[in-house]
């Protein structure tokens, strides 16, 4: 799936209709011709973002891998899906052609390349197992660019590409390397010369006991000083001068980079809320929620949030990322009271994190590159490297949420004589709506210092110079793009993930397709960890994907992955059984002490699910008191009568 950004030249498929852009008009109109008829229509530009967000508008991907047509529906051949290999080596050609894509209007790609190719080779890629050439690197930028920037045309689909030429033995390769190690990272004066010399040693050292055919070659002075240069330079420096020198050398450098142009560089952390909410209608305590932002630093514009009461997670990362990627069209029906628009959106060229455990998984890495996004990893221990979210989440306490009734319950478990009548605290939906009043009519509407002017007047401006945002090229594959991917294998009774069954028609048509043409059974599956109510599982002949429904929708819609797992536990742990019927009499359980207002079990808004995707979405969000009937389970059983809920509390809180 690539990225496309309006404009003349895009292609788009609608209504099974073909059109082209041809001009961009006065009031955000563009005029459009059909490619059967050559008949001329205008659309406006809200239509493009409304329609890719429900999936009824699908942008052209022509190039290497991608398509033969010139628009084709349901492109939805899934990045993460590869193997590791190919995966690597697709993205390290982005990497050798990347500084590349930056330029505009040269005359000539010759010093570029050539400039771009001797620095590769300094970096002595080619004995980490990349082969590359002038001509590749050539064919590689073509193919990258004639495909709307997708990282398909980058995939080796044969992998039959080897080093070519000899290669420096193994054994002389571990040589320069424990050269390196024990004599070049001493703070005493050793250069890539010495190295070169001590390594030539240690070869006349073990060729004395050799016979001649045996013996080993002396390596290049330029081939040691490859191997130096090929090291990690900002190591080698904290080794031989000291982590202050290297700080100040190779660090202080990145944070002086400012970008130039919106989406260039996009900041995203979590920061815990000093703030208590509650149910909208029980009003019982839901927790502190957790707040996930992605923030433009160019402009100092708020790209997209999340609001969630579970710690942070590649869940709220998906779901801040889905709200980052779109136009914020709900504002007006949801929301009339604010005055002005959200007006931030699309993909960003660099998404910046830090090295939590959430943000340095496979699921996010291949998210990015599914979408061209280029992830980039800071330091640890060092928020000063994404200061702009960090003094953005500054703002939002000292401005906002420390002038909100319920700022100072952050103990609120402790104190058992809390009566949320009497303390006014605010629900989800009402903090979303003053959240969206401050955000867009003050925070974005007034000076910000770190940014020097105004964070509205400042996208607008940068969006009238370098155009609109890029978006993805369909609606239903970047979402699942997001997902969290797993391997299953499917049976005669459907797919089983976690004590939950997964069954369709489809599937079982994929299952007769499967056991004809391969031996293997198992499939690659995403799933939303927010709601396991279905799964999508990849078809390897129609490369795509289709959902598939839970067979037991009643326990499962809108199930979030961390409740499923304390059900489960309950379960095993009261009923000596993990079925669908002793899950839901734990979660029945669950529920009942939830809600009568005086016990607690763990993180009640984690429990239920609640976050502010279900507020943005469009789709009706499920009542989270919504559980089986207890006719459904089993009739014969009171499971209120007899059970001690004391144990399973407290563990419960303490495991999740």
Known sequence: ????????????????????????????????????????????????????????????????????????????????????KQKDLAKFRLFAIEPLLALEDVKSLNPYVDARLAELNDGGYHHKGYNFSRASIYRWFKDYKQSNCNIWSLVAIYDKCGPKGKLINREVELIIQKMIDQYYKRREAVNPKDIHELVIYEIDKINEFRIDKEKLEYPSRATVYRRVQGRDQEDIAKSKKGGRFSYMKYLQVKLQKKPDRPLQRV???????????????????????????????????????????????????????????????????????????????????????????????????????????????????????????????????????????????????????YDPKKNAVMSLSQFLKVFHIWLLDYYAQDTNKGVRGIPSKIWESGIKTYGEPDIPTSKLQWEIALMKMESRTIQRHGIRMDNLFYQSPALHTLLRKI?????????????????????????????????????????????????????????????????????????????????????????????????????????????????PSKSSINKNINIFEGVDTTNWRATSARKY
């Open 515 to 627: 056991e004809v043409e391969y031996r293997n059974k198992d499939v690659d599956i995403k799933y939303d960890p927010s709601d396991l109510g279905k799964i999508y599982v990849y078809d390897p002949f129609e490369k795509t994907y289709f959902d598939v429904p839970c067979t037991n929708q009643e326990y499962a819609l809108g199930l979030n992955e961390y409740a499923h797992k304390v059900y489960q536990r309950i379960a095993n742990a009261e009923f000596n059984s993990v079925d669908l019927s002793a899950l839901a009499r734990a979660k029945k359980k669950v529920t009942d002490i939830i809600f009568d207002g005086k016990s607690f079990v763990g993180k009640i808004g984690r429990l239920l699910g609640v976050g502010s995707n279900q507020v943005f979405s469009d789709k009706p969000v499920r009542n989270q008191e919504t559980v």
């Open 1 to 84: 799936m690539g990225r496309i950004s309006l404009g003349s030249g895009a292609k788009f498929l609608f209504d099974d209709r073909s059109f082209v852009i041809m001009e961009e008009l006065e009031e955000d109109n563009f005029e459009c011709k059909n490619l059967a008829s050559g008949r001329k229509k205008v659309f406006p530009k809200q239509f493009f973002y409304e329609a890719l967000e429900k999936g009824e508008i699908v942008f052209s991907e022509e190039g290497k891998n991608t398509t033969e047509e010139v628009i084709r529906k349901n492109i939805g051949a899934d990045f993460s899906k590869l193997p590791d």
């Open 267 to 417: 900041e995203i952390d979590h920061t815990l809320l000093d703030l208590f909410l509650v149910d909208e209608e029980k009003k019982i305590p839901l927790g502190r929620p957790t707040v996930t932002t992605l923030l433009d630093v160019f402009s100092g514009y708020p790209l997209g949030v999340y609001f969630g009461f579970e710690p942070p997670s590649y869940t709220a990362i998906m779901h801040a990322l889905r709200h980052a990627i779109s136009p914020k069209n709900y504002i007006k029906e949801l929301y009339p009271e604010v005055e002005n628009p959200w007006l931030a959106y699309g993909l960003p060229d660099l998404l910046v994190t830090d090295r939590g455990k959430d943000f340095m998984g496979d699921n996010l890495e291949d998210a990015c590159a599914q979408l061209n996004i280029k992830l980039e990893h800071l330091p640890g221990k060092r928020p000063w490297y994404k200061g702009a979210v960090e003094r953005h989440f500054r703002t939002i306490n000292q401005s906002l949420i420390h002038k909100i009734p319920g700022t100072t319950f952050s103990n609120i478990f402790e104190k058992g004589d």
